[in-house]
């Protein structure tokens, strides 16, 4: 049975990239808002403030100088850890300090934070493209879809770019990572051809 396996940039990792920076930034403003917080208390914590105002820029500047890591991918990570673990850690001390509103938010962004940080991981490990006599194998954040033959126009593989074309109007564009010769490009463009 012939099988093609292509490596491709996944298709959630533009929207993902684009979208890092926001929610830096917005992880930087909460924090710094429980900094002011912490500050405006009966009896506030000046360490505490301190450090929630400092991990507040730090979020804000992260997207501008992540690009300078040699491993943006880690780095990435290593900041949502910490995000997710300050978030999660933060919730106690609010919780200490009776202020459980702010405590069950930060709980959320905690949550919210190591999930983000999961997809991304996840979205950022090399994918494949599963070609078959059942049909296109597509990768997801969380499990792979099977589209059948019967559901798709055409398929094809192109200058790194594999395109397919559903029925239902739908055109998805893959980035192919791995470099194809002609002869091999010609051979799958051929067998998907004899499966439409």
Known sequence: MKQYKI?????????????????????????LMNGIGVYNGPNPNWGMAIFF??????????????????NVQSANSLARMVQAF???????????????????LLFLTGIASAYIGWAEYKIFQPCFVKIDMM????????SDKLVSWNQLNNVIL????????????????????????????????AFFRSRL
């Open 135 to 142: 049909g296109v194998l597509l990768p997801g954040t969380f």
């Open 158 to 189: 192109r200058n790194d770019l594999l395109t397919v074309d559903f029925k239902n109007n739908k055109v998805l564009q893959l980035e192919v990572l791995d470099e194809t010769g002609a002869v091999t490009t010609e051979e799958m463009n």
């Open 53 to 70: 105002i400092l991990l507040g820029l730090g979020c804000l500047a992260f997207p501008f100088v992540m690009k300078r890591f040699r």
């Open 7 to 31: 490596r491709i940039l996944h298709p959630n990792a533009v929207t993902r990239l684009r979208l890092q920076p926001v929610m830096h930034g917005l992880a930087g403003i909460l924090f």
């Open 86 to 104: 300050v978030s999660l850690t933060g919730c106690l001390y609010f919780l200490s300090h009776m202020q459980p509103l702010i405590a069950v």
